[in-house]
């Protein structure tokens, strides 16, 4: 099984908060170029941007740098092509999503598909790595989260759409709970693991053995990871390189590896993950100031050099991907997810 690292754009460009994160990147090629020197694969970035940049621009800086795309699509809110405000629209062509309110239960989630197969259907004309959906809303019924999978994952299948579903507040799979007893009806359902919502919404620790049940449970579902680390009161701690917050990274570190075991084991070929801590306001700020508590564009580059060389511990070195350490971020610190017994040999950290 090999890594492909991919790089997601939030808190980097102009157009998504990099101003507020202090990112050295704000313009989208200078970012691109940056992010193909540093040995990534791809990007990862929501479809509706594509709109704003502009079709045959996004293709053409994609092929100039050798650069993939994973693609983020949302069945509601401001980043559905057919709603205004971020990443500009709405655009022509595309279905405004349901408005607050809305009591209908037939209508929201007809209204949810289509918004969900437009986005699907535009991305394929950039040959996406895969497609990651944040889908209906944490409030809906099981009825209805019942009718939208049915046909949405029918619908994949016959188009032969490579979608993966997140696990995310906010949408339908937010709870580990939910999750537990939903899942299992769909043995196509396919996931991305943000287990950052996951430990937020338990409002608990990554020692939770009930939270890692479902976890490992699950694990050989989740064929994308976007490796950002939460803790029991908030979807990011400030600085998982910080001393007080290496537990969390350690655990949510045998969380991710649990998943990597498993889609081996499952004989996965290739597997991809996005480092995504995010800039304010998900990022923790100085009150005073309104300064940053860790550069963001460092966290995320740590976060990827740390997953790339555990990566190579457990499958090899041939087969992880080809992240360099940056001016100002290298491997250090060091962290040490196990003990444990994986692939025949005692696991002691990556040291």
Same mark, same amino acid.
């Given at each position: 099984? &090999?890594?492909?690292?991919?790089?997601?754009?939030?808190?980097?460009?102009?157009?998504?908060?990099?101003?507020?994160?202090?990112? !050295?990147?704000?313009?989208?090629?200078?970012?691109?170029?940056?992010?193909?020197?540093?040995?990534?694969? *791809?990007?990862?970035?929501?479809?509706?941007?594509?709109?704003?940049?502009?079709?045959?621009?996004?293709?053409?800086?994609?092929?100039?740098?050798?650069?993939?795309?994973?693609?983020?699509?949302?069945?509601?809110?401001?980043?559905?092509?057919?709603?205004?405000?971020?990443?500009?629209?709405?655009? +022509? *062509?595309?279905? +405004?999503?349901?408005?607050? *309110?809305?009591?209908?239960?037939?209508?929201?989630?007809?209204?949810?598909?289509?918004?969900?197969?437009?986005?699907?259907?535009?991305?394929?004309?950039?040959? +996406?790595?895969?497609?990651?959906?944040?889908?209906?809303?944490?409030?809906?019924?099981?009825?209805?989260? $019942?009718?939208?999978?049915?046909?949405?994952?029918?619908?994949?299948?016959? &188009?032969?759409?490579?979608?993966?579903?997140?696990?995310?507040?906010?949408?339908?799979?937010?709870?580990?709970?939910?999750?537990?007893?939903?899942? +299992?009806?769909?043995?196509?359902?396919?996931?991305?693991?943000?287990?950052?919502?996951?430990?937020?919404?338990?409002?608990?620790? $990554?020692?939770?053995?009930?939270?890692?049940?479902?976890?490992?449970?699950?694990?050989?579902?989740?064929?994308?990871?976007?490796?950002?680390?939460?803790?029991?009161? #908030?979807?990011?701690?400030?600085? !998982?390189?910080?001393?007080?917050?290496?537990?969390?990274?350690? #655990?949510?570190?045998?969380?991710?590896? &649990?998943?990597?075991?498993?889609?081996?084991?499952?004989?996965?070929?290739?597997?991809?993950?996005? !480092?995504?801590?995010?800039?304010?306001?998900?990022?923790?700020?100085?009150?005073?100031?309104?300064? !940053?508590?860790?550069?963001?564009?460092?966290?995320?580059?740590?976060?990827?050099?740390?997953?790339?060389?555990?990566?190579?511990?457990?499958?090899?070195?041939?087969?992880?991907?080809?992240?360099?350490?940056?001016?100002?971020?290298?491997?250090?610190?060091?962290?040490?997810?196990?003990?444990?017994?994986?692939?025949? &040999?005692?696991?002691? #950290?990556?040291?």
């Amino acid at each position: 099984m &090999k890594l492909r690292m991919y790089r997601g754009l939030w808190g980097v460009l102009t157009e998504t908060d990099g101003e507020r994160a202090s990112s !050295p990147f704000l313009d989208f090629e200078e970012a691109l170029k940056e992010i193909s020197r540093l040995g990534y694969d *791809g990007i990862e970035v929501p479809f509706k941007f594509t709109l704003l940049v502009g079709g045959d621009r996004f293709s053409e800086l994609l092929e100039k740098y050798n650069l993939r795309v994973i693609f983020q699509v949302f069945t509601d809110g401001p980043v559905v092509p057919g709603s205004g405000i971020v990443f500009g629209g709405p655009y +022509p *062509g595309f279905t +405004p999503p349901s408005q607050p *309110g809305e009591s209908d239960k037939k209508q929201l989630v007809q209204n949810h598909l289509r918004v969900f197969k437009e986005q699907v259907e535009g991305a394929q004309k950039f040959n +996406p790595t895969l497609v990651n959906s944040h889908s209906l809303k944490d409030y809906f019924t099981e009825e209805m989260a $019942t009718e939208f999978f049915t046909e949405a994952l029918a619908w994949q299948k016959e &188009k032969g759409y490579r979608v993966l579903h997140e696990t995310h507040r906010k949408r339908y799979l937010h709870s580990p709970w939910v999750a537990r007893g939903f899942i +299992p009806n769909f043995p196509e359902l396919k996931l991305v693991a943000d287990l950052s919502h996951w430990i937020n919404i338990a409002e608990t620790n $990554t020692m939770d053995p009930d939270l890692t049940r479902v976890i490992e449970k699950f694990a050989e579902r989740f064929e994308h990871t976007h490796c950002r680390v939460g803790y029991d009161h #908030g979807p990011q701690v400030p600085d !998982p390189r910080a001393e007080c917050w290496l537990e969390y990274m350690e #655990g949510h570190e045998r969380w991710w590896d &649990k998943i990597w075991l498993s889609l081996s084991e499952a004989g996965v070929q290739e597997v991809t993950m996005t !480092p995504e801590h995010g800039p304010p306001n998900y990022q923790i700020c100085d009150p005073k100031t309104g300064t !940053p508590l860790a550069d963001i564009w460092d966290v995320n580059h740590w976060v990827a050099l740390r997953r790339q060389e555990r990566f190579a511990f457990l499958f090899g070195e041939e087969n992880t991907s080809k992240v360099i350490p940056s001016a100002t971020q290298g491997l250090e610190p060091r962290t040490l997810p196990g003990p444990s017994i994986l692939m025949g &040999k005692e696991n002691v #950290g990556f040291d």
